[in-house]
């Protein structure tokens, strides 16, 4: 494998800018191309990348100059562009706002590029040492070298692969891009696509129709609190509200062509007008759940480990789901051996309900104690698993960890795991209203 010259790099760079439309790139195009050149997309085009930058950043990727163009290129963005889930990707960016942080858009970018297919070349290899050395003092473009040709045939072949084998974002790699400050560490982002594998898995047979009894007076009386919800249809306009409620006429009153129009007024000053809904008052039960596991040896395999955070994750999702106007918080309660890899899937996963947003009402044993008030005299108090007491109400759980199971199907095992949550729920249901 012959590597390019300094002198063959620039020709390459400077042919791909100009097909591309650019004359430079700007500090952190340049970065983030050349650490996704140096991270195995050896022959990646640098005018290619400035293209889906600005497509999906909606910011200049440098200074531009009249584009010559390559059909084969422009199949390839088009082709790209249709690749579901990329829309959602221009999304991340504008939920970001104008000026998403740097590492924010390395890191969504990086994890683009890591995903797509081809951009490999034999003629197109460069020294981490010549590519920077070009980059910071760029040598006159070696005019033999046959950049065109080569920039031709890789976004050809990156096309061909892209037709032969379909690419598609799936809601767990748009969750991994969008969440870069997540994957600290290779092994997160390994453990995070076990657990959601597990997860896709496990779902579909912890699933069914429940339900709810209504309950008795003594639990109202002792774990209800009262909760005005809005009900019904609209009942009047108000100047308070969502803007989901904002009344659509309130929208004429903007005008782009104004830095501060009429909308921007009334806004400052409360005036919008907002449909108001109907309210009631509802009694929510609280609840606490604490899930007692016993660990054993049987977790070392980090696949195993990957199951017991998933099953985890849909049972606390199910039974949230199942008590949706309750207040629900679960204390996941581990004890017995720890895996050697247990403390950091837990911080892992602790991140990851930080970013579901239900960080507050799912707590772990490995990363401290539930709050002060968890399963107060003012809840209706459960434990899953473990020792039946008298102050709680005890649903038997545990999770299978014998060698027939370890030996089981990975279908078999995650059906019994979804089957398990169905058993739970239907104990919880039906002894939830006294």
Same mark, same amino acid.
């Given at each position: +494998? $012959?590597?390019? &010259?300094p002198a063959?790099?620039q020709? %390459?760079w /400077?042919?791909?800018l100009?097909?591309?439309?650019?004359?430079?790139?700007d500090?952190l195009p340049?970065?983030? %191309?050349?650490d996704?050149v140096l991270?195995g997309?050896?022959? @990646?085009?640098?005018?290619?990348?400035?293209l889906?930058?600005e497509?999906l950043t909606?910011?200049?990727a440098?200074? =531009?100059t #009249? =584009?010559t163009?390559?059909?084969?290129?422009?199949? @390839?963005?088009?082709?790209?562009g249709?690749?579901p889930?990329?829309?959602h990707?221009?999304g991340?960016?504008i939920?970001h706002?104008?000026?998403?942080?740097?590492?924010?858009?390395a890191?969504?970018?990086a994890?683009v590029?890591?995903?797509?297919?081809?951009?490999?070349?034999?003629?197109v /290899? +460069?020294?981490a040492?010549?590519?920077?050395a !070009?980059?910071? /003092?760029?040598p006159p473009?070696?005019?033999?070298f046959p950049?065109h040709r080569l920039l031709?045939q890789?976004?050809?072949?990156?096309?061909?692969r892209l037709?032969a084998?379909p690419f $598609?974002l799936?809601?767990t790699?748009?969750f991994?891009?969008?969440h870069?400050?997540?994957?600290?560490?290779?092994a997160?982002r390994?453990f995070?696509?076990r +657990?959601m594998?597990?997860?896709?898995g496990? $779902?579909p %047979?912890?699933t069914?129709?429940?339900?709810?009894?209504?309950?008795?007076?003594? !639990? !109202?009386a002792?774990?209800?609190e009262?909760?005005i919800?809005p009900?019904g249809g609209?009942?009047s306009l108000?100047? &308070?509200?969502?803007?989901?409620?904002l009344v659509p006429? #309130?929208?004429?009153?903007i005008? #782009?062509?104004m830095? !501060?129009?009429?909308?921007d007024?009334?806004?400052?000053?409360?005036?919008l007008?907002?449909?108001k809904?109907?309210e009631g008052a509802?009694?929510? *039960? =609280?609840?606490?759940?604490?899930?007692?596991?016993e660990?054993t040896p049987?977790?070392?395999h980090?696949?195993?480990?990957?199951?017991?955070?998933? %099953?985890?994750?849909i049972?606390?999702e199910?039974? +949230?789901?199942?008590f949706v106007?309750d207040?629900?918080r679960l204390?996941?309660?581990f004890?017995?051996?720890q895996p050697?890899a247990?403390? #950091? $899937?837990?911080?892992?996963?602790r991140?990851f309900l930080?970013?579901?947003g *239900?960080?507050r009402? *799912?707590?772990?044993?490995s990363?401290?104690?539930?709050p002060?008030d968890?399963q107060?005299i003012h809840?209706?108090?459960w434990?899953l698993?473990?020792?039946p007491?008298?102050?709680r109400?005890?649903v038997?759980l545990?999770f299978?960890q014998?060698e027939e199971?370890?030996a089981a199907?990975?279908g078999?095992?995650e059906?019994?795991?979804g089957?398990?949550v169905v058993t739970v729920?239907k104990?919880?249901i039906?002894?939830a209203?006294?």
């Amino acid at each position: +494998m $012959a590597l390019l &010259k300094p002198a063959q790099i620039q020709a %390459w760079w /400077q042919t791909s800018l100009a097909v591309s439309g650019f004359r430079l790139l700007d500090d952190l195009p340049r970065r983030v %191309w050349r650490d996704a050149v140096l991270h195995g997309k050896n022959a @990646l085009p640098p005018g290619l990348f400035a293209l889906l930058w600005e497509r999906l950043t909606r910011r200049n990727a440098g200074t =531009r100059t #009249e =584009r010559t163009g390559l059909p084969a290129e422009d199949e @390839l963005l088009a082709a790209l562009g249709h690749t579901p889930g990329f829309e959602h990707l221009e999304g991340l960016f504008i939920l970001h706002g104008a000026q998403p942080p740097e590492a924010f858009v390395a890191g969504v970018l990086a994890q683009v590029l890591d995903r797509l297919p081809g951009f490999h070349h034999p003629q197109v /290899q +460069m020294a981490a040492r010549d590519l920077d050395a !070009v980059l910071d /003092q760029p040598p006159p473009p070696d005019p033999a070298f046959p950049a065109h040709r080569l920039l031709a045939q890789v976004c050809q072949d990156a096309l061909a692969r892209l037709q032969a084998t379909p690419f $598609a974002l799936t809601p767990t790699d748009l969750f991994e891009i969008g969440h870069p400050h997540l994957f600290r560490l290779p092994a997160d982002r390994t453990f995070y696509r076990r +657990m959601m594998a597990a997860v896709a898995g496990i $779902a579909p %047979w912890a699933t069914g129709t429940f339900t709810l009894k209504e309950e008795s007076s003594t !639990v !109202v009386a002792h774990f209800g609190e009262p909760q005005i919800l809005p009900l019904g249809g609209y009942d009047s306009l108000a100047t &308070k509200g969502d803007i989901s409620s904002l009344v659509p006429s #309130e929208l004429g009153y903007i005008d #782009e062509e104004m830095e !501060v129009d009429l909308f921007d007024y009334k806004f400052s000053e409360n005036q919008l007008l907002y449909f108001k809904r109907e309210e009631g008052a509802v009694f929510r *039960i =609280r609840r606490d759940v604490t899930v007692a596991l016993e660990l054993t040896p049987f977790f070392e395999h980090e696949r195993h480990l990957g199951l017991l955070f998933a %099953w985890c994750f849909i049972l606390a999702e199910r039974i +949230m789901e199942t008590f949706v106007k309750d207040a629900v918080r679960l204390f996941f309660r581990f004890s017995g051996f720890q895996p050697t890899a247990f403390k #950091e $899937a837990g911080a892992f996963f602790r991140f990851f309900l930080e970013e579901k947003g *239900i960080f507050r009402r *799912i707590f772990l044993s490995s990363l401290g104690e539930p709050p002060a008030d968890f399963q107060s005299i003012h809840t209706q108090g459960w434990l899953l698993g473990g020792e039946p007491d008298t102050q709680r109400k005890h649903v038997p759980l545990a999770f299978p960890q014998s060698e027939e199971f370890a030996a089981a199907d990975p279908g078999e095992q995650e059906r019994q795991l979804g089957a398990s949550v169905v058993t739970v729920l239907k104990r919880m249901i039906g002894d939830a209203d006294r």
